[in-house]
């Protein structure tokens, strides 16, 4: 099976779903509005009663500042806000991975809210436990970078101009971003494995080890090669947004609303991610 | 090595002599005009680099003339470099003291020293064993070794000079502030034994070397002899009078000579390409310029015209591709700061782009100074150009106009401050905030807004308001930022706020004023002020005692806004008696344009003091407000109570009523409680709400992501 054919069925996989996407955004959309409610109501009443008046010695952004800087004694306040709105997120975003993943996996291709929830309370645990399990890989993966990283530090601390300072940065960077890469599609594989090979969770680690051993590099590559259009495509998208002018009502409705499409769009890149791996998996799990 | 140096011995007498000839020619014939009129100081030093071990080896005599009517029986020397000589020196106790950001860390090999080996009057007088470290500052550390006090053999009487021969070794510190070196790339500053500045009848005024502070000194006139490896490229301060290889040794000595100057810095680095350029005042100045600014100042043009200057740039081979850039702010900069405050009076102003990780960018010394910059740059940013112009602006305030950077900090880096940006709005007008990720340049993928530097300044300085006065000794402030924010942005809001109030042609005249008269001087805040009141003609001590003595915010806003309609029946009981608070009676503060069976809405305004700073007499605020017929009225309030409250009565509701619509008191510290609008606009909020939004969901996606 070639490149494009798993593209193909992971795309093909991830449209048929698309409502996945939406409900995610949806539920998405819900907590950050209630995390964006307490600053969102301090700038508004605090900028001339809801409206702002035309005559303004600053331009609008600093004004934003100024109120902001103006209550600072509200930030610590909102820190454990929202810091407790990410912790109990993070609880809810286990179980919509549960959603996301049995949905998306399962041969039946109706997707209702219903099924999805169930798909979420299913599998919730078994992803907890997946989570906690990954942690001691994500030590690894910090032990390694830093590793990997060394010589390009020691090469930016003797450096004489700025170039080899910014370069190895940059490279670090990638490093990162690379290693990431490979762990992160460790956990996505275990993931799979749980729900459609119904395995508890060592199992599915011990299987997508054995897996991993025989196609990491081609898989990782696919995964890698994904990520690179994912991520032009992102770059597109903002440079896009960066040219609509949000002086007019007009403007900054299209950019909301593109704004919008830009999230719609990376969730469903998960999903053709989470399709993708799935289809790579299947098509090649027999041959471990 | 063992470090020592090896100078050339020259008859030491004879030396002497003439040294001594030559400062009685320079105090008894001046010629030049606008030079210091008393000058107590005179150097000539000779010091070798030697880079493998980081150490400079110098000799020399300085003249110190003694100007005052006391008798002084003392010599007090800065010795900066101590500071960076172990964690007991003042400057590294503050540093540890620090809780918001470290400026200063040190590793073990990083420490420097100044170490004087010799110490004698002209006549041999050995002045080494009376030599001690003081620390004259509170509190007391006994530490401390960047002050050093030396007897001498008799108290010297008014008008007699002294000659100092001395000898000293220092070692380079790597981290040092200001100062430093990495790899063979050198910039030295604060290297050389400093007299303090002796104040007649207070005595030495000669501080430790602080965290938060900068220096003071006497005008001088310097010659300086550096011989460095001929691999190195040098500058320095002044002008470079002689240049001569050593094929034997292998090295350069350069002979820099300037008048007229309190301080000297020098560099030295391999990395360095040197390009020289004019500033042509007739190429760059218009007539039409030249014109519009003398009526400004009530001047001729020909008072103001401007001499041409040699520019000198030391720039690392890999900035060298914004050469032309770094000239063209350097030339603006020459070009507003000479019209408005007077014609930059040196020959040459050596730009230095300071060599790589030696911790000396944006620094000022007298015709030279440091700028900073990164080998990939944004053209929207104009990141080098405020260094540069800041940094030359020094020349002015600090360089000419000497004020003690130790005691009054603001008077030359508020003044400055506030100079850059308008020097900056002059040239370039305004800028987008950089955004850098790992030394990449990002605006041209995240907008950034393009705002004026006195915006931001005013902006980020409010905070420290009730913090720290703006005048206050520089190791007082609470910390570092506090220090910095105070004496750089809120004093510079404060001049621009004065500059709106008094208006610009007074303003400008004030500045030149002041630059003009205290040229080759030691001013104080007092004379800022004696300046301020006898040009503008206006008492305003009440200005400078809330904003500049006091620790106190200044807010003033628009509390609430009320419109409703009145009724048109009032229920209770009326007799037909007229009462002095008869419904029908109008107040003086009232409008009505009540016509038969139209709506009437009853406006009220509540005007609100919340800052402790308060309007000086005979100064009023306006309130301007503004009705949905297009209909204005304008109020006055005079500020001392802490609220007041306008009512008006119009066949229309408001629109929007703005306190100080014409943006006088920028020293406000929340412009954005000045505005209150009914109706108007909801785009901009609404695009914030989306933004903010947006924000929030990617987070919560790049986590859910993530897990």
């Known amino acids: ?288 | 090595m063992d470090g020592r140096i090896v100078l050339k011995k020259k008859p030491d007498t004879l030396k002497a002599v003439l040294l001594m000839f030559w400062f009685i020619c320079l105090v008894f014939l001046k010629s030049w005009a606008g030079q210091a009129e008393d000058k107590p100081l005179r150097y000539d030093l000779e010091v070798e680099l030697l880079p493998e071990v980081r150490m400079i080896q110098a000799r020399g005599t300085i003249v110190w003339s003694n100007l005052s009517q006391d008798y002084v029986p003392d010599i007090q020397l800065h010795l900066y470099w101590n500071a960076f000589k172990n964690e007991l020196s003042t400057m590294a106790k503050e540093a540890r003291r620090e809780t918001m950001y470290k400026r200063y860390q040190v590793r073990k090999d990083d420490w420097g020293y100044l170490k004087i080996t010799s110490l004698t009057t002209v006549d041999g007088y050995d002045l080494m064993p009376t030599a001690a470290f003081i620390s004259p500052d509170e509190p007391p550390n006994p530490d401390d070794q960047t002050v050093l006090k030396v007897d001498l053999p008799e108290p010297l009487a008014p008008g007699q000079s002294i000659i100092l021969k001395l000898q000293f070794q220092a070692k380079v510190p790597q981290n040092g502030i200001r100062v430093g070196c990495y790899k063979d790339g050198f910039f030295i500053s604060q290297w050389f034994p400093k007299p303090g500045v002796y104040e007649e009848g207070k005595g030495w005024n000669c501080h430790q070397y602080h965290l938060n502070s900068e220096f003071f000194a006497d005008f001088a006139d310097f010659k300086v002899r550096i011989t460095v490896p001929q691999n190195l490229v040098v500058g320095a301060c002044g002008e470079e009078i002689e240049r001569i290889d050593d094929p034997v040794t292998g090295k350069t000595t350069y002979t820099f000579e300037q008048q007229d100057i309190h301080d000297f810095a020098w560099t030295a680095s391999p990395r360095f390409i040197k390009i020289e350029r004019w500033f042509r005042a007739e190429d760059q100045v218009s007539p039409e310029e030249y014109q519009t600014i003398a009526e400004l100042l009530e001047l001729t043009p020909e008072e103001i015209k401007l001499p041409d200057v040699r520019m000198i740039l030391l720039i690392e081979k890999q900035h060298q591709h914004q050469a032309e850039r770094h000239f063209k702010a350097l030339m603006a900069a020459i070009k507003y700061y000479g019209l408005w405050y007077g014609p930059y009076p040196y020959r040459t102003i050596t730009m230095v782009d300071p060599p790589f990780r030696t911790g000396s960018g944006g620094m000022e010394y007298p015709t030279l100074f440091t700028a900073g910059t990164s080998v990939i740059l944004d053209k929207k940013v104009l990141s080098p150009e405020q260094v540069i112009v800041h940094e030359f602006g020094h020349n002015y305030w600090y360089g000419l106009v000497a004020n003690n950077e130790f005691e009054e900090a603001w008077l030359d880096e508020g003044i400055n401050t506030y100079s850059t940006a308008k020097v900056l709005e002059a040239a370039y007008g305004p800028s987008c905030l950089p955004v850098r990720f790992n030394g990449l340049p990002l605006n041209w993928l995240l907008k950034t807004p393009a705002i004026y530097d006195w915006q931001l300044g005013r902006l980020i300085s409010g905070p420290v308001a009730k913090l720290d006065p703006i005048v206050k000794e520089s190791w007082k402030f609470y910390n570092s930022v506090s220090y910095s924010l105070n004496v750089y942005y809120r004093a510079a809001t404060c001049l621009q706020t004065l500059e709106r109030y008094l208006g610009e042609k007074s303003w400008a005249k004030i500045m030149r004023t002041y630059h003009m008269r205290y040229r080759f001087k030691h001013p104080t805040i007092e004379d800022f002020i004696q300046v301020v009141k006898e040009v503008s003609a206006k008492d305003l001590n009440w200005f400078f005692k809330e904003f500049f003595f006091k620790a106190k915010d200044f807010d003033y806003a628009i509390g609430a806004v009320e419109t409703r309609i009145k009724p048109e029946k009032f229920l209770g009981i009326f007799d037909d008696l007229p009462t002095k608070h008869s419904p029908q009676t109008k107040t003086n503060q009232d409008e009505t344009t009540e016509k038969a069976g139209e709506k009437i809405y009853q406006t009220s305004v509540t005007l609100r003091r919340y800052g402790q700073a308060r309007l000086g007499p005979e100064v009023t605020i306006k309130l301007k407000v503004e009705f949905e017929d297009g209909s204005l009225e304008w109020r006055e309030w005079d500020g001392q109570s802490r609220w007041v409250r306008f009512n008006f009565e119009k066949p229309v509701k408001m629109r929007q009523a703005v306190l100080d619509p014409e943006a006088i008191w920028l020293v406000d510290t929340n412009l954005s409680n000045n505005y209150y609008a009914l109706k108007g606009s909801r785009e901009k909020i609404s695009g914030l709400t989306g933004d903010f939004l947006w924000l929030m969901q990617s987070l919560l996606l790049s986590v859910f992501n993530l897990l």
């Open chain 1, 1 to 288: 099976m070639s490149l494009g054919n798993y593209l193909e069925a992971g795309l093909n996989r991830a449209l048929s779903r698309f409502k996945i996407a939406l409900y995610l955004w949806l539920i998405i959309s819900v907590v950050a509005l209630i995390a964006i409610t307490p600053i969102g109501s301090l700038v508004r009443s605090n900028l001339g009663h809801l409206t702002l008046s035309q005559d303004l010695s600053m331009p609008f952004e600093l004004n934003i500042v100024e109120v902001l800087i103006s209550n600072q004694n509200i930030f610590a306040p909102y820190t454990v806000f929202l810091i407790a709105i990410v912790l109990i997120s993070m609880l809810l975003f286990i179980f919509l991975k549960g959603g996301l993943f049995g949905r998306m996996l399962n041969q039946d291709n109706r997707i209702n809210i219903s099924n999805f929830l169930a798909d979420g309370s299913r599998y919730f645990w078994k992803f907890l436990l997946s989570l906690i399990i990954f942690l001691p890989f994500l030590f690894i993966f910090f032990l390694l970078f830093r590793l990997l990283a060394a010589p390009l530090e020691a090469w930016s601390d003797g450096a004489v101009t700025e170039w080899p300072v910014i370069i190895s940065a940059n490279l670090k960077l990638l490093l990162f971003v690379l290693l990431l890469a490979a762990f992160k599609l460790l956990l996505d594989l275990v993931r799979i494995i749980i729900v459609t090979e119904s395995k508890k969770v060592w199992p599915a680690y011990c299987l997508a080890i054995k897996f991993l051993s025989r196609h990491f590099f081609s898989f990782w590559g696919l995964y890698l090669l994904l990520g690179l259009v994912v991520a032009l495509i992102c770059l597109g998208w903002l440079l896009v947004g960066q040219q609509i002018s949000s002086n007019h009502l007009a403007g900054i409705l299209i950019s909301i609303i593109l704004a919008q499409a830009f999230l719609m769009f990376r969730l469903l890149a998960r999903q053709l991610f989470i399709g993708v791996e799935f289809s790579y998996y299947s098509k090649r799990k027999d041959k471990v």
